[in-house]
């Protein structure tokens, strides 16, 4: 093994195998500096299995367990996760608290691979709407990680771009009022410092699982320039390999943010001038 992320995987990937040839084309020097995964398809990866929904999440757990080592491995400075958003609580009760159960699961028993590995836990989303103990478990896990410096982790729960973008506002608009600042004077900048993710870079990258070619509501300020790529691989099937290919096509991507290529600047290339 040679490249400097492959020796990263060590232990991980097996040598020779899909995940080595495909880590080994991922260039180091322009890995997305945050990578925003909306995790989908869970129920009908348990459905293709005649299983009850719950086991999707259950499988689903695991993917976000490897998930998350992985992108520590890979030395990512940002993972955003949408776990539960504001409309997941329509949801049958059952399926609801096996949820809340399953991330307070993972909290407890991955709290170890999150320390090993350097990274920062913390949530985005309506904190005050969750159950005591899953605040407490929160609570716990964004403690014991607060001094890490390796990839920050956030779990978006109870979380709804709108709703994020609607107390910006408001605290926003108090903050003038207080301060007698100008409404028109209000820069982007100063907007990003009411959201939930106030200090974040915005994602370079938005994984969608499942097909499905939606932003279901989910860091909707934020994703403004991010690039999208959707694959069908269902959310509980999502390990390395399907990581490693998101970055490969991300890597393929030129991003111009808006503008054109250096080369098309010249205004006579503009206008056809030959
Ligand atoms: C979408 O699948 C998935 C969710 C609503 C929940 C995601 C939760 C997990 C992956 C498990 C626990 C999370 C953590 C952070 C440990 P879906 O149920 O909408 O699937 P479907 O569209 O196929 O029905």
Not at 59 to 86: D, I, K, Q
Not at 221 to 234: H, K, P
Request: with cysteine.
């Amino acid at each position: 093994m040679s490249n400097n992320l492959v020796e990263e995987f060590e232990g991980l990937i097996d040598r020779g195998s899909k995940e080595e040839f495909l880590l080994r084309q991922i260039d180091p020097a322009r890995l997305p500096s945050h990578i925003a995964v909306i995790m989908d398809g869970n129920g009908r990866w348990a459905s293709r299995r005649s299983l009850p929904r719950v086991a999707g999440h259950r499988a689903g757990a695991e993917a976000v367990r490897s998930t998350v080592e992985s992108s520590a491995r890979l030395g990512l400075e940002c993972l955003t996760l949408y776990a539960f958003s504001t409309e997941n609580w329509k949801r049958p009760r059952l399926e609801v608290t096996a949820l809340m159960g399953l991330l307070k699961e993972f909290l407890r028993k991955e709290l170890a691979i999150l320390k090993k590995n350097n990274i920062r836990f913390q949530t985005i989303g309506r904190e005050e709407g969750l159950d005591a103990d899953v605040r407490r478990q929160v609570d716990h896990a964004r403690r014991e990680t607060a001094m890490n410096t390796g990839t920050l982790l956030t779990v978006a729960l109870n979380y709804s771009g709108r709703v994020e973008i609607i107390e910006a506002c408001r605290n926003l608009i108090d903050e003038c009022a207080r301060q007698g600042k100008n409404p028109s004077d209000i820069t982007e900048s100063d907007f990003e410092k009411y959201l939930f993710t106030a200090g974040l870079p915005d994602p370079d990258l938005l994984i969608r699982t499942s097909g499905e070619m939606r932003v279901s509501n989910f860091l909707l300020w934020q994703i403004a320039y991010s690039e999208i790529y959707v694959t069908d691989t269902l959310w509980p099937d999502f390990r390395q390999a399907a990581l490693f290919a998101a970055i490969l096509e991300y890597q393929k991507r030129e991003r111009r943010y808006g503008d054109v290529k250096p080369a098309e600047k010249d205004s006579r290339v503009a206008a056809g001038v030959k």
